[in-house]
C-alpha cells in the first residue's frame, strides 16, 4: 500500500501538498503458506503439513522451500529444501538430530520472485510420533447361527500420539456414510486412547472386518472374520401358482448365501396355524428353483422354502399363500405439506415424518428402509426394518421419523402371505448437508488472524465459495455477524482458509468465527463458533476451543539504535542503524520517511515505508525509492518479528542533493597526424559550486554511423586539461587507425550504466534441458533502453532459441536474456542507450564441452572388428579430442516374442448387441502368430481380426486390450480401451396413436415398440408443462404404467394445471433398462371454451397410386386435422392425424395408404383445437383417379407437400365415428 500526496510546481515554487491518498499495488510476491503441523517420526524425520497461500496458483505455484534450523546451535544460517508439492500438501523432512529444538518455515519460489515466509514454528525431535496400538475385542473368527433379530457389535481400541485416525473396511471397502447395514461410532477414552465400534445390523452375512488406525509414523491395521453357519437370508422371489392337479412353487437363491448352496426345503401345508414339524417336507438339490406339488383343490394352500448351504441351514423364508377372499395389498406413503411433485426437496437436517398406510387381506406387515438414490431396496432383504403399527380404519399404519444430510429414497413396503407392494418418497437436499469441520485459528499475529478448516462430508453439489462470520457476542444472531467470502478462481476447489487482517480489528478483543459452505443451492448449516483474542503488543494466552492454544510473545522490546543518514559520493541518502537488544528473532525492518510537513512524527505510520530483511543494518535509497532533489526528509525505522512490530526509533532528518549534473555542450574534435583524437568541450560547472568546475569525465567511442545502435566502448584519455578562466576541456586518447567512430561524452555525475550478473565469465556443462539466462542491469536518465549482441551479432527475441524480457522503472532497465539450451560458447553484450549516452557490459559464456553431439555416426561390422566413422558436432566449443576408453564385446539377441502390438483397434455392436472388434495385424510377428483378447475377465485367443463375441453383459464399462503370441510368447498388450456396453432396453419407442385432451383429462393411446429387445415390463409417460415459453426450465413429470396397458388417462389427481400447455413423450422398459423416448406431442388443458368449433368446409381428397391426397382451402381454420376413411362395406374407420399444418398449406398427403382398387372408399375430416376435436364435415366418396385440374402436378410436389403436413402413418381402428 502507497500513499500519496500531490503538489504544483509554479516558477519553481511548489504548492502544498494535497490530501493523503492510498493505494494499493499488486503484490509481486505469493502470500505465505500457513504451517498447519509438524509429526516428528522415530527416525529422525518430521512431516510437515501446510496450507498453501491464499493466492496460490496449483498450476503454476507447485515449487516449496521449507527452511529449517537448529535453534541452539550457534550458526543462525537457515536450511533449504526444496520440493514439488502435491495435492497431499504435505513434505518429509529427514536428516533430524534426536532431542533437538527446531524452528522451520516455508515460502513459495516458483514466481518471478520468492514468496512471503510464513510463521517461524518450532518443534522438538524429542516428542516422536509412535506407531498406533491396535486390539480388537473380539479378536477371534466370530462364528454365529444365523438370526435376522440379533445384532453384533465389534470394538477396536487404538492407543495412539498423537491421536489416530480410526475407520473401517468391510471386505477391503470403506463404509459410506450413513449406511443401512452398517454403523460405526468413535469415542474418545482419553488423550491418547480411543475406541471405535462397529455395529451390524443383524447377523445375516460373513465379513471380513479390517480396523485401521493412521497417524503420522504410518497405519496399522487388525482384522477380524465373521462367519454365519448358514444362508442369512431366505430364499428370494419365492411364488406359489395354483394349476390344475397341484401347485407349482419357484424362487431364487438368498441374497446370502454364507457358503455353497447344497439343498433346498419346501414346507407346505393345508393349515398355517399347524406347527412347521407338521408341515409336509420335501428336499431338493441345491441347483433346482422349482417344484410342482400334487395336491387336491383346498381353500387355502401355504408354504415356506428354506436353504442349506455347507456351512449350516439358514433362515426360513415367510409364508407364501394361495387363499380365498383375500385383498390386493395398496400402499401409501403421507408426508405433511409436501410440494405437488415426486421429488421432495429438503432441508439438510430437517425433520421428516412420513406416515405409512397400507390396506390388504390378511392384514399386511410393514418394513422400511432409507437407501441413497438409485440403489435397489430389493436387493439385500436384510435391510429392511419392520415397523411398529396401529389399526385406524381398517388400515395398518406406521410412522417413520428420521433427518438425513444428503438425498435419500424412503422405500415402505406391505407384505402378506399372498405377496407384497410398495411406495416411495425420494427427499432431495441440494444445499450442503453439514458444516466444514476441524475448523481452527491457525495463526494469529500484528499482521492477520489466519483461519483454517476442512470442507463438509456432504457437499451434495459443488461448494463454490465458503461464508466466514465474525461477532464479538457468540449469542447473537448469525444475521448480525460480519461475513466475509472466499474466492474462486478458473472454476478450481475454493480455499479453505480466510486471513482477516489485524489492523481492521480491535486490540485484546475476544472475537468467535463460524464458517458455512455455499453451493448454487444456498447455504449450509453453521460450524461451531471457535474463540480467538486479537493480540495487543504485550504477552498474553490465548485459549480458543477444540483444545487449539497459541501463547503469544513479545514483539522486539527496543527500537534500533545510533540512527544516522550520510549523503554519499554519489548523492544517495544511506541510512544505518544499530539492531536492538531483544530477546526474539527479528525477521525484518520498517523504515517509514516522508517529506510532507503536514504529517506529525507521531503520525510516522501514514508516511511512506520500505521493509528491509533482519539481515541487513543499512539501507540507499536509490532511484527505486525516488527521493526528491534538494528536499528536506524526515525518517524513522523499526524492528519486527514473526508477532508484532517494535517500537520505532527516534526521528532523523536529512536534506537531499542535486541528482543531476548538466550535460557537456560544444564539443569539438580533432585527430593529428599521431592519430591522437582531441575533444574540446565547455565543462560542466559543480552544482554545489558554481566557482568550479568538475573534474571527472567519461569518453566512449563507436565504430558505427548509427548512433542508435552503435556498440559503444568506454576510452580512457592520455591527458587532459582544464581552463579554469574559459572553462574548456581537452582530452587526447590515442585512436588506431581503423578506428573511426562516433564520441560520446558525459560527466561523471550524469551517465548511464550498465552491468550483466554474473559476469565477467559464466561456465556451464552442457545440458539440452538447461536455460541460458543472463540478467543486465542498466541505470541512466532517461532511462536507457538494452539491446544484446551475441558474437557481435544483434540478438533478436523469439528466433534461434533467445528470449528478451524488459523491464523499465523510473531510471532502471533490466533486460533478461535467456536461451532455452546451453549448448555455445561466446560473448553476450548488453548495450544500454539513451538519448543522451550509453553503456556496455559484457560477459563470457564458457560452455565446457561440444553443446552438440558427432554427426553422421555409422559403424560396420567387417570380420572381427567394427568400423566406426563420424563428423564433428556444429557446435564444438573448442578443440575435439577423441579417446577410446574402452572396448566393449557384443552379444548377438535373438528376439522371440511379437516385436509391436496390435493398432488401429475398433469396436461397434450391432443390431444384436454382438459386439465387432477389428484391428491390424502387427507388423513383425517374429513366427505364427495369434492374438488373445482380454476384455474385462474375458481372456480368448483368436486366429485374427476381425472377431464377434456374442452375448455381452448390458450396461457395464468393459476394458478391451490385444497382444500378439507366437511359439515362443506372447508380445506387449496393446493400451487399454474403455467403453460402455448396450444399455439392454427397448431397441425403439412406443408409437403413440392418439392423444385427446377435454375436461381436464388427458386419454392417450399407443402401440408397443416393435424392437422391446425382451419382455416389456412396465412403460413410462412423461410430461412437461411449459409457462412463459420457457420450456428447458421445467422439470418433467412422469408416470408409470403396467406392460400390458395400451391406453391411459391422466388428469389433476397427477398435477395437471387448469390453462396450461403441455409437452408429451412416451418411453418403454423391458427387464433390464428402459429405451428410447418417442417424439414429443403436445396438449393443452383449456377448459370453459365456450366458441364451437365448425367442420372444416371446402375439402375435397381423392386416392393416386398409393397415396391419399386431400385438398384444404387457405388459411384454413385449424393447425391440426383428423382424418376418417372406410371402405363403403363397413363401418370401421382407419383414423389418420396431420399436426402443424401451415395457413399457406393447401395439400395433406397420406403415403402407403392401404388401397384396394376393387373397393369404393368414403371419407371425412374434422379439426384440432385445443386438444378438442371439431366437427367433423359431411361424408364423401373418394376417388381413385387424380382431378382434372391436377393432371400436371408431379409426385415430388405431393411428397414436398407431404413432409410439410408431418401426417401421422398409424392406422387405428375406431369402431364409432367421433360425435
Known amino acids: 500500500m502507497y500513499r500519496l500526496r500531490a503538489t504544483v510546481l509554479i516558477n519553481q515554487v511548489e504548492s502544498s501538498p494535497s490530501k493523503l491518498i492510498l493505494v494499493n499495488t499488486k503484490q509481486a510476491a505469493a502470500k505465505s503458506p500457513a504451517i498447519q503441523s509438524v509429526n516428528v517420526l522415530v527416525n529422525g524425520s518430521a512431516i510437515f503439513q501446510f496450507i498453501p497461500a491464499e493466492d496460490a496458483d496449483v498450476v503454476t505455484l507447485q515449487n516449496y522451500t521449507l527452511e529449517y534450523r537448529e535453534v541452539s546451535s550457534p550458526d543462525p544460517t537457515w536450511t533449504g529444501f526444496e520440493f514439488e508439492s502435491d495435492s497431499s500438501n504435505e513434505v518429509l523432512l529427514t536428516g533430524l538430530l534426536p532431542n533437538r529444538t527446531y524452528e522451520a518455515r516455508l515460502f513459495a519460489n516458483g514466481n518471478v520472485v520468492h514468496g512471503h515466509r510464513s510463521r517461524t514454528v518450532p518443534f522438538h525431535t524429542n516428542n516422536t510420533a509412535q506407531l498406533p496400538e491396535i486390539s480388537l475385542d473380539p479378536e477371534e473368527e466370530i462364528v454365529l447361527d444365523p438370526d435376522v433379530t440379533l445384532p453384533l457389535e465389534v470394538n477396536c481400541h487404538v492407543v495412539s500420539s498423537p491421536p489416530s485416525n480410526i475407520h473401517w473396511l468391510v471386505d477391503g471397502q470403506p463404509i459410506q456414510a450413513e449406511h443401512s447395514f452398517y454403523t460405526v461410532t468413535n469415542s474418545p477414552v482419553d488423550d491418547k486412547k480411543t475406541t471405535s465400534s462397529i455395529h451390524i445390523k443383524s447377523r445375516t452375512r460373513n465379513d471380513n472386518l479390517t480396523c485401521v488406525a493412521a497417524n503420522p509414523a504410518g497405519q496399522v491395521s487388525s482384522s477380524v472374520a465373521v462367519r454365519i453357519r448358514g444362508p442369512g437370508s431366505p430364499p428370494s422371489a419365492v411364488t406359489l401358482q395354483s394349476e390344475r392337479g397341484g401347485y407349482t412353487v419357484s424362487w431364487a437363491p438368498p441374497t446370502h448365501p454364507n457358503g455353497n448352496i447344497t439343498k433346498y426345503v419346501v414346507y407346505h401345508s393345508s393349515n398355517k396355524e399347524d406347527p412347521l414339524s407338521d408341515w409336509q417336507k420335501l428336499v431338493?438339490?441345491?441347483?433346482?428353483?422349482?417344484?410342482?406339488?400334487?395336491?387336491?383343490?383346498?381353500?387355502?394352500?401355504?408354504?415356506r422354502v428354506q436353504a442349506a448351504a455347507d456351512s449350516g441351514p439358514g433362515v426360513i423364508s415367510d409364508i407364501v399363500a394361495i387363499e380365498k377372499d383375500t385383498v390386493p395389498i395398496s400402499v401409501s406413503l403421507h408426508y405433511e405439506d409436501p410440494p405437488d411433485q415426486e421429488h421432495l426437496l429438503i432441508e439438510p437436517g430437517e425433520k421428516i415424518n412420513v406416515r405409512c398406510s397400507?390396506?390388504?387381506?390378511?392384514?399386511?406387515?410393514?418394513?422400511?428402509?432409507?437407501?441413497?438414490?438409485?440403489?435397489?431396496?430389493?436387493?439385500?432383504?436384510?435391510?429392511?426394518?419392520?415397523?411398529?403399527?396401529?389399526?385406524?380404519?381398517?388400515?395398518?399404519?406406521?410412522?417413520?421419523?428420521?433427518?438425513?444430510?444428503?438425498?435419500?429414497?424412503?422405500?415402505?413396503?406391505?407384505?402378506?402371505?399372498?405377496?407384497?407392494?410398495?411406495?416411495?418418497?425420494?427427499?432431495?437436499?441440494?444445499?450442503?448437508?453439514?458444516?466444514?469441520?476441524?475448523?481452527?485459528?491457525?495463526?494469529?499475529?500484528?499482521?492477520?488472524?489466519?483461519?483454517?478448516?476442512?470442507?463438509?462430508?456432504?457437499?451434495?453439489?459443488?461448494?463454490?465459495?465458503?461464508?466466514?462470520?465474525?461477532?464479538?457476542?457468540?449469542?447473537?444472531?448469525?444475521?448480525?455477524?460480519?461475513?466475509?467470502?472466499?474466492?474462486?478462481?478458473?472454476?478450481?476447489?475454493?480455499?479453505?482458509?480466510?486471513?482477516?487482517?489485524?489492523?481492521?480489528?480491535?486490540?485484546?478483543?475476544?472475537?468467535?468465527?463460524?464458517?458455512?459452505?455455499?453451493?448454487?443451492?444456498?447455504?449450509?448449516?453453521?460450524?461451531?463458533?471457535?474463540?480467538?483474542?486479537?493480540?495487543?503488543?504485550?504477552?498474553?494466552?490465548?485459549?480458543?476451543?477444540?483444545?487449539?492454544?497459541?501463547?503469544?510473545?513479545?514483539?522486539?522490546?527496543?527500537?534500533?539504535?545510533?540512527?544516522?543518514?550520510?549523503?554519499?559520493?554519489?548523492?544517495?541518502?544511506?541510512?544505518?542503524?544499530?539492531?536492538?537488544?531483544?530477546?526474539?528473532?527479528?525477521?525484518?525492518?520498517?523504515?517509514?520517511?516522508?517529506?510532507?510537513?503536514?504529517?506529525?512524527?507521531?503520525?510516522?505510520?501514514?508516511?511512506?515505508?520500505?521493509?528491509?530483511?533482519?539481515?541487513?543494518?543499512?539501507?540507499?535509497?536509490?532511484?527505486?525509492?525516488?527521493?526528491?532533489?534538494?528536499?528536506?526528509?524526515?525518517?524513522?525505522?523499526?524492528?519486527?518479528?514473526?508477532?508484532?512490530?517494535?517500537?520505532?526509533?527516534?526521528?532523523?532528518?536529512?536534506?537531499?542533493?542535486?541528482?543531476?549534473?548538466?550535460?557537456?555542450?560544444?564539443?569539438?574534435?580533432?585527430?593529428?597526424?599521431?592519430?591522437?583524437?582531441?575533444?574540446?568541450?565547455?565543462?560542466?560547472?559543480?552544482?554545489?559550486?558554481?566557482?568550479?568546475?568538475?573534474?571527472?569525465?567519461?569518453?566512449?567511442?563507436?565504430?558505427?554511423?548509427?548512433?542508435?545502435?552503435?556498440?559503444?566502448?568506454?576510452?580512457?584519455?592520455?591527458?587532459?586539461?582544464?581552463?579554469?578562466?574559459?572553462?574548456?576541456?581537452?582530452?587526447?586518447?590515442?585512436?588506431?587507425?581503423?578506428?573511426?567512430?562516433?564520441?560520446?561524452?558525459?560527466?561523471?555525475?550524469?551517465?548511464?550504466?550498465?552491468?550483466?550478473?554474473g559476469g565477467p565469465v559464466i561456465e556451464k556443462e552442457p545440458n539440452l534441458f538447461e536455460t541460458l539466462q543472463l540478467v543486465c542491469r542498466a541505470e541512466g536518465s532517461p532511462v536507457p533502453e538494452v539491446t544484446w549482441y551475441w558474437n557481435d551479432d544483434p540478438i533478436e527475441s523469439e528466433k534461434e532459441g533467445w528470449t528478451v524480457q524488459q523491464e523499465q522503472s523510473e531510471r532502471v532497465t533490466v533486460s533478461t536474456l535467456a536461451r532455452s539450451s546451453v549448448r555455445e560458447s561466446g560473448l553476450a553484450l548488453c548495450v544500454a542507450s539513451n538519448e543522451d549516452s550509453n553503456a556496455t557490459a559484457q560477459v563470457e559464456v564458457r560452455v565446457l564441452g561440444?553443446?552438440?553431439?558427432?554427426?553422421?555416426?555409422?559403424?560396420?561390422?567387417?570380420?572381427?572388428?567394427?568400423?566406426?566413422?563420424?563428423?564433428?558436432?556444429?557446435?564444438?566449443?573448442?578443440?575435439?579430442?577423441?579417446?577410446?576408453?574402452?572396448?566393449?564385446?557384443?552379444?548377438?539377441?535373438?528376439?522371440?516374442?511379437?516385436?509391436?502390438?496390435?493398432?488401429?483397434?475398433?469396436?461397434?455392436?450391432?443390431?444384436?448387441?454382438?459386439?465387432?472388434?477389428?484391428?491390424?495385424?502387427?507388423?513383425?510377428?517374429?513366427?505364427?502368430?495369434?492374438?488373445?483378447?482380454?476384455?474385462?475377465?474375458?481372456?480368448?485367443?483368436?486366429?485374427?481380426?476381425?472377431?464377434?463375441?456374442?452375448?455381452?453383459?448390458?450396461?457395464?464399462?468393459?476394458?478391451?486390450?490385444?497382444s500378439a503370441e507366437n511359439e515362443w510368447g506372447e508380445g506387449e498388450k496393446s493400451d487399454p480401451i474403455t467403453f460402455l456396453t448396450p444399455h439392454g432396453g427397448p431397441r425403439n419407442a412406443p408409437s403413440l396413436t392418439s392423444l385427446l385432451s377435454k375436461d381436464m383429462k388427458v386419454t392417450m393411446s399407443w402401440l408397443p415398440p416393435t424392437q422391446p429387445n425382451g419382455e416389456i415390463k412396465a412403460g413410462k409417460r412423461i410430461w412437461k408443462q411449459l409457462k412463459n415459453h420457457e420450456a428447458e426450465n421445467q422439470p418433467w413429470q412422469y408416470v408409470q404404467v403396467n406392460a400390458n396397458r395400451t391406453n391411459f388417462t391422466i388428469d389433476e389427481s397427477v398435477g395437471l394445471e387448469e390453462d396450461s400447455h403441455y409437452k408429451m413423450k412416451i418411453s418403454a422398459t423391458n427387464e433390464r433398462h428402459e429405451g428410447p423416448a418417442s417424439e414429443i406431442s403436445w396438449f393443452d388443458t383449456y377448459i370453459n371454451i365456450g366458441e364451437d368449433l365448425p367442420a372444416p368446409e371446402n375439402v375435397t381428397a381423392y386416392l393416386r397410386n398409393t397415396s391419399l391426397v386431400v385438398h384444404i382451402p387457405l388459411k384454413h381454420t385449424y393447425q391440426n386435422y383428423v382424418i376418417y376413411v372406410r371402405p363403403e362395406y363397413s363401418e370401421q374407420y382407419w383414423k389418420y392425424e396431420a399436426i402443424n399444418v401451415t395457413d399457406t398449406q393447401e395439400t395433406l398427403v397420406i403415403q402407403h395408404f392401404p388401397l384396394d382398387k376393387n373397393d369404393n372408399y368414403r371419407m371425412k375430416i374434422s379439426g384440432l383445437k385445443h386438444g378438442r376435436e371439431s366437427r367433423s364435415s359431411q361424408e364423401f366418396a373418394l376417388t381413385v383417379e387424380p382431378e382434372p385440374n391436377e393432371t400436371s402436378a408431379t409426385t415430388e410436389s405431393d411428397a414436398a407437400e407431404a413432409n410439410k403436413a408431418n401426417a401421422a402413418e398409424k392406422r387405428r381402428i375406431v369402431k364409432e365415428p367421433p360425435l
Open 358 to 757: 397400507a390396506r390388504g387381506k390378511p392384514r399386511p406387515q410393514l418394513l422400511y428402509v432409507i437407501v441413497e438414490e438409485n440403489d435397489d431396496p430389493e436387493a439385500e432383504e436384510d435391510v429392511w426394518t419392520i415397523l411398529d403399527t396401529t389399526i385406524e380404519n381398517d388400515n395398518v399404519v406406521g410412522d417413520v421419523e428420521f433427518t438425513t444430510l444428503s438425498s435419500k429414497v424412503l422405500h415402505c413396503k406391505a407384505k402378506n402371505t399372498a405377496g407384497s407392494n410398495s411406495s416411495s418418497l425420494t427427499f432431495v437436499v441440494r444445499k450442503p448437508g453439514d458444516a466444514p469441520h476441524d475448523v481452527q485459528v491457525l495463526s494469529i499475529d500484528a499482521r492477520d488472524v489466519v483461519i483454517v478448516w476442512k470442507a463438509p462430508k456432504f457437499p451434495n453439489m459443488n461448494i463454490e465459495s465458503y461464508e466466514l462470520l465474525l461477532n464479538e457476542d457468540v449469542s447473537e444472531d448469525a444475521e448480525y455477524w460480519q461475513k466475509y467470502l472466499t474466492t474462486t478462481r478458473d472454476n478450481s476447489v475454493p480455499m479453505t482458509r480466510l486471513s482477516l487482517p489485524t489492523e481492521q480489528l480491535k486490540p485484546s478483543y475476544q472475537y468467535y468465527v463460524r464458517v458455512r459452505a455455499i453451493n448454487q443451492a444456498g447455504a449450509g448449516p453453521l460450524s461451531e463458533p471457535i474463540e480467538f483474542t486479537t493480540p495487543n503488543g504485550g504477552e498474553s494466552h490465548l485459549c480458543i476451543e477444540a483444545s487449539i492454544s497459541f501463547k503469544m510473545n513479545l514483539g522486539p522490546e527496543n527500537p534500533p539504535s545510533q540512527v544516522s543518514v550520510d549523503i554519499n559520493e554519489a548523492n544517495i541518502a544511506v541510512m544505518r542503524w544499530n539492531k536492538p537488544n531483544c530477546t526474539t528473532e527479528i525477521l525484518n525492518y520498517v523504515i517509514y520517511f516522508t517529506r510532507d510537513l503536514g504529517i506529525s512524527n507521531e503520525d510516522y505510520r501514514e508516511w511512506q515505508t520500505v521493509e528491509v530483511p533482519a539481515t541487513e543494518t543499512q539501507f540507499k535509497f536509490d532511484h527505486q525509492v525516488g527521493l526528491k532533489p534538494k528536499t528536506f526528509y524526515r525518517v524513522r525505522v523499526s524492528a519486527k518479528n514473526d508477532v508484532a512490530e517494535g517500537p520505532v526509533s527516534e526521528t532523523k532528518e536529512f536534506e537531499t542533493a542535486h541528482s543531476e549534473l548538466p550535460i557537456p555542450t560544444d564539443i569539438r574534435t580533432s585527430v593529428a597526424e599521431d592519430n591522437t583524437l582531441t575533444i574540446t568541450f565547455s565543462a560542466v560547472r559543480d552544482p554545489d559550486d558554481h566557482s568550479s568546475a568538475i573534474q571527472r569525465y567519461k569518453i566512449e567511442l563507436a565504430q558505427s554511423d548509427d548512433v542508435l545502435n552503435a556498440n559503444w566502448h568506454p576510452v580512457n584519455a592520455s591527458s587532459s586539461s582544464i581552463d579554469d578562466m574559459t572553462s574548456q576541456a581537452n582530452f587526447a586518447p590515442l585512436l588506431s587507425r581503423s578506428n573511426l567512430g562516433q564520441v560520446v561524452l558525459s560527466s561523471l555525475g550524469l551517465r548511464t550504466r550498465a552491468e550483466i550478473e
Open 850 to 962: 561440444p553443446g552438440s553431439a558427432p554427426r553422421d555416426v555409422r559403424a560396420v561390422g567387417w570380420r572381427n572388428q567394427i568400423n566406426v566413422t563420424w563428423q564433428e558436432p556444429l557446435i564444438a566449443n573448442g578443440a575435439i579430442m577423441v579417446r577410446v576408453n574402452d572396448i566393449v564385446e557384443f552379444a548377438r539377441y535373438l528376439v522371440s516374442e511379437p516385436g509391436d502390438v496390435p493398432t488401429n483397434i475398433t469396436w461397434s455392436f450391432d443390431e444384436n448387441d454382438s459386439l465387432f472388434i477389428d484391428w491390424s495385424r502387427i507388423q513383425y510377428p517374429n513366427g505364427n502368430v495369434t492374438y488373445i483378447l482380454y476384455l474385462s475377465n474375458f481372456v480368448d485367443r483368436v486366429a485374427g481380426p476381425p472377431v464377434r463375441i456374442p452375448q455381452v453383459p448390458y450396461n457395464v464399462n468393459v476394458t478391451l486390450q490385444i
Open 284 to 303: 431338493l438339490d441345491g441347483t433346482e428353483n422349482t417344484v410342482r406339488i400334487l395336491s387336491e383343490a383346498e381353500d387355502a394352500f401355504y408354504v
